[in-house]
């Protein structure tokens, strides 16, 4: 049996927060053991259709020990264990009363406790100073309650090993819109929450046409009042150029490919914006690293195709047989997810790939690169559900669903942040572009500096490498402008501040064509971009069918999260 072959920062992380420990905090398991136990707990669902079990859990065993898949933490952490709560990504409704409003923020909690990340849509809920007819007195409107969830969130922290993370999601023709999209202008405002504002085509309509668009009243169906299109995608732009919030989700896109509409509609994400699910629904999440699925010299190397595909089918496999073996909350969400069956296969590691391919991030070679791996990738994954349905039967609502063929999963295919468990694969995360070549890391009173490995060993092959040069990349994000490095590898070895807007987009475009739920990505702006910049960002993304977009703008945000000399 292999052994797992982990970075020192790939064992920290897990023994902070993975690994099993006694009641005293003393760990009682290896990542070896962790591996094990998670692919052993996952095998088991095989039983339930006669399926050998021992030979799946070797493959799955394999598949993780190599660092080639890994499932989204929460089932690195609870599989065998007391919570088995093995989903990351969650969408509640919240409904206009009292009592829904109050179930959703303990549904939440629960959720929290166990690993996953929660998404509402907060549209249902009636403007503030309308009516409450029980008291006669006046609503307090969405944001204000968004409040209570914020707390309640602090609160839980989720058992410690998991920060609790909501996203809020409010229609554009919501009458309080331009509250929500101001309510993260104060920094120290909803910090356990990712807002989002739903765009409908109907906006982007009046928008194009520099019309008014009607804001209507959840609770009574009626038009409150007319908006300027315009004014109000100013103000998100503006919003966001400030400190990256509210993002936006083309909400009737993501309705057009919904595989079940007859079960539900869409009206939110998950945390990160990559999981649009519909209200009651989960689902889990998985990545295969990309950095693994070459082979060659590093600059010339290529991608293995055929390991690939089987690495594809186990994954899909993998994640079917997590439905099964997966403990909900609510019993309600355990029946939307067993009727659907959800699945987010995506990849990690893509920029790592794309060096060891030889090719620039911001290149037309790379966006095509993405286009063909995802590609391949989905309808491997669509083969991989297609025969699990012969041998286990279709998802339940098959029947009420969009498609003709029968599949296991009603959805196959998403891109994760991948923020944990990239680290633990020691690899580059989800499909953004590296941030720096070198980070410092500060160990007792010795500042150590720690080099990109692919870097490293090029740099090493060169003759370019020296205590001199390891100094000027860790204080700078960009290698473009030192002068000892040759062009030849300043054009590959791209950082993401190296990387326009458009780069960014383009790619995440190029991923989303192939993916069935919706693609995690950050669009970095440097910190002296315009207004106007992030405008035509966002125009871009809807033009390119993304389903969304978040953007970041290079310190626009005090607690910004990875800076060039990083520490922990
Ligand atoms: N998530 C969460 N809390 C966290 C990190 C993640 O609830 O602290 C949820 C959230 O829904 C997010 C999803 O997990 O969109 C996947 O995040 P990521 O891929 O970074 O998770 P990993 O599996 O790497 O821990």
Redesign the pocket.
Known sequence: MIEPDLSENSIRILEARYLKKDPDGNLIETPKDMFLRVANNIAEANAIYDEPVDKTAEEFYEMMAKLEF?????TLMNADNDLQQLS???VLPVEDSMDGIFDAIKNSALI?KS?????FSFSRIRPKNDIVKTTGGVASGPISFMRIFDEATNTVK?GGK????NMGVMRVDHPDIRDFITSKEDEDQLNNFNISVAITEDFMEAYQNNEKYELINPRTGKITGLEDASEIFNLIVEMAHKNGEPGIIFLDKINEENPTPEIGEIEST??????PLLPFEACN?G?INLSKMTEGPIGEAEINYDKLAETVKKAVHFLDNVIDMSEFPLDKITEMVQGNRKIGLGVMGYSDMLLKLGLAYNSQEAVETAENIMGFINKKAREASHKLAKRRGPFPNFEKSIYEKEYRNATTTTI???????IIAGTS??IEPLFALAYERHVIDETLVELHPIFAQIAEERGIMNDELKEKLASQSSIQKIDEIPDDLKEIFVTSHDITPEWHIKTQAAFQKYVDNAV?KTINFKNNASKNDVKEAYELAYKLDCKGITIYRDGSRSGQVLTTKSSD
């Open positions: 890994l499932p989204n933490s929460p990351a990504c969650f929290h690993g996953g990340g929660t998404g989720q998991r920060r609790g993370a998950n945390p990160c914006g990559e999981q999440l990545s994760a942040p991948t923020g944990s468990i990239s995360s989800g995690s």
